[in-house]
Every structure is written in C-alpha cells, then in structure tokens.
Nanobody, 118 residues
Framework: QVQLVESGGGSVQPGGSLRLSCAAS????????MSWYRQAPGKERELVAT????????NYADSVKGRFTISRDKNKNTAYLQMNSLKPEDTAVYYCKATSRWSDTEFWGRGTQVTVSS
C-alpha cells in the first residue's frame, strides 16, 4: 500500500522555523522525485520545491529561495523541507508528492498545516 505521510507542521511566529517530513512507503523511493507543494486558503496549489530521485537536481519557487531547503534520505525513505525565516504568507497546507522517474505515476500525501502568525 502506497503511503506518503507528512508531519512537522504547526504554528510559528514570523521569523521562526519548521521542518516538514514526508515518510514514504509502498514504492521504491529511489525511483521517485519528491516535491513539496502548498495551498493557501482561496489560492491554487503551488510548487514550492522539488528534488530528483537521486537528489542530483533541486529547484525552488522564487518566493522561498534562500529560506527553504529540500532534502531526502534514502535510508529512511523520507523527504524533508526545512523552512527558515518564515513569513505570514507561507501559511498554507503543505503537501508532498512523489513522481516516478520512469512513468507518469505520482502519489500525493494528505498535507500538513503550517501557520505563521504573531
């Protein structure tokens, strides 16, 4: 059974940090690129960061460059999103997605809420 389970969300003050985790199971983690998306209330889901299946290539949305870091640990089948210098506009539900390197197969997690507020 394929599962992507996000964790690490919560409430934080502006300028604070959070580390999101996405635990993967039920598929071969090394064959899938991993991405983080977010969706704020009333807005479309947007791509935040992506890392290729072997971690060779990483890309970020302009809005998070220099503040967020995506990574993956093949031994733990887990992807991470380290979020620093958080701003109120980072408030959203954050989702992870796994995309097959070899096909159109993709899987989504259920999301974790991040709220940045003073």
């Amino acid at each position: 059974q394929v599962q992507l389970v996000e964790s690490g969300g919560g409430s934080v003050q502006p300028g604070g940090s959070l580390r999101l985790s996405c635990a993967a199971s039920g598929f071969t983690f090394d064959n899938f690129g991993m991405s983080w998306y977010r969706q704020a209330p009333g807005k479309e889901r947007e791509l935040v960061a992506t890392i290729t299946n072997l971690g060779v290539s990483i890309n970020y949305a302009d809005s998070v460059k220099g503040r967020f870091t995506i990574s993956r640990d093949k031994n733990k089948n887990t992807a991470y999103l380290q979020m620093n210098s958080l701003k109120p506009e980072d408030t959203a539900v954050y989702y992870c997605k796994a995309t097959s390197r070899w096909s159109d197969t993709e899987f989504w997690g259920r999301g974790t809420q991040v709220t940045v507020s003073s």
